[in-house]
Structures are given as C-alpha cells and as structure tokens.
C-alpha cells in the first residue's frame, strides 16, 4: 500500500508485475519507492480509487484525473505511456533535447525562430509594432529554446506585431 500526502501536482506510477509480490512506485517518471506485500490482496473487495480500501483516513488528497489499467504487464513501455500522459496533462517538464546544430553541426547558415545552437546567446528575432508606436524590441527565447512568445506578446499587446528591418 502506497500513500501519497501533499504531493498535488504529480504524477504517480504504480507498476506490480502480475504474480510478482514487489510493486515500484514512480513519481515524474523516476522510482519514488518500492514496496513488498506478504499477500496478494484477494476475493471480491471492490477497487477503490484515490482511497484507503481498508479505512476512511490518510486517504489521499488531490483530484484524480485519469486512471489506466492493463491486463497484461506493461512496465517495458512504461516510459512511453508516462510520456503519453505527460503530453496531455503537462504534469513535468521534458528534458530539452539537444539541440539540431550542437547533433549537426557544420552548416553554412541557418535561420529559425528556436535556439539551434547552444553557443548562441543572442535574441531570436528584432520585432516591432505595425506602426512602430513602441520602437523595436528584441525578443529571445524561452527555457525549452523556443521563441519567447509570451514576451511577444506582452510587448505587442493589442498591436499587430512584425519583424523590424
């Protein structure tokens, strides 16, 4: 039995192999714990989910978005179902994945409105408004080296938005 306390805002895997008396505990995709039943719990006692099936405190807190149960053992693809989640449910932030020039360099230009290169430390783009009533600004990039749009769109507001040149 797992039990999880003010942890809002995760998500939780539970993986026990059928037969097998060890279940892992996954917490954001990285084993939280372990834990090994004497018994395998049998008979007709109904699931319940996001409570204690055996009292009515330290059940947990927190809302229940989405539950999934296989038949078969799943924890091969484990990561790719968390994954799968995660795209939905936005719950942990990926890694950033390395970026094309630094897995390619030797290109003899490029151009893109993400970070390409980890070596550049410039802005992404110079932007103004339509009728330049705020003069031009650069705009950089967000942690996951995309275009920063949030700044651009603070800084354009309710005017339109070009590339200054």
Same mark, same amino acid.
């Given at each position: /039995?797992?039990?999880? /306390?003010?942890?809002?805002?995760?998500?939780?895997?539970?993986?026990?192999?059928?037969?097998?008396?060890?279940?892992?505990?996954?917490? !954001?995709?990285?084993?939280?714990?372990?834990?090994?039943?004497?018994?395998?719990?049998?008979?007709?006692? !109904?699931?319940?989910?996001?409570?204690?099936? #055996?009292?009515?405190?330290?059940?947990?807190?927190?809302?229940? #978005?989405?539950?999934?149960?296989?038949? #078969?053992?799943?924890?091969?693809?484990?990561?790719?179902?968390?994954?799968?989640?995660?795209?939905?449910?936005?719950?942990?932030?990926?890694?950033?994945?390395?970026?094309?020039?630094?897995?390619?360099?030797?290109?003899?230009?490029?151009? @893109?409105?993400?970070?390409?290169?980890?070596?550049?430390?410039?802005?992404?783009?110079?932007?103004?408004?339509?009728?330049?009533?705020?003069?031009?600004?650069?705009?950089?990039? !967000?942690?996951?080296?995309?275009?920063?749009?949030? @700044?651009?769109?603070?800084?354009?507001?309710?005017?339109?938005?070009?590339?200054?040149?």
């Amino acid at each position: /039995m797992f039990r999880l /306390m003010s942890r809002r805002g995760k998500h939780l895997n539970l993986c026990r192999p059928t037969q097998q008396k060890t279940s892992n505990v996954y917490l !954001d995709g990285s084993l939280d714990g372990t834990s090994t039943q004497s018994t395998q719990r049998t008979g007709n006692t !109904d699931l319940v989910i996001g409570a204690d099936y #055996q009292t009515t405190t330290n059940n947990p807190t927190g809302l229940i #978005q989405e539950v999934i149960t296989y038949q #078969q053992n799943e924890s091969g693809n484990r990561t790719g179902i968390e994954t799968n989640i995660n795209t939905f449910y936005d719950i942990y932030t990926e890694p950033v994945a390395p970026l094309l020039l630094n897995n390619y360099p030797g290109a003899a230009a490029a151009y @893109s409105l993400r970070r390409i290169d980890s070596s550049y430390k410039g802005s992404a783009v110079l932007v103004q408004t339509t009728n330049n009533t705020k003069g031009p600004v650069y705009i950089g990039f !967000d942690s996951n080296n995309d275009l920063d749009t949030v @700044s651009l769109a603070a800084y354009g507001g309710s005017e339109e938005v070009v590339v200054a040149g």
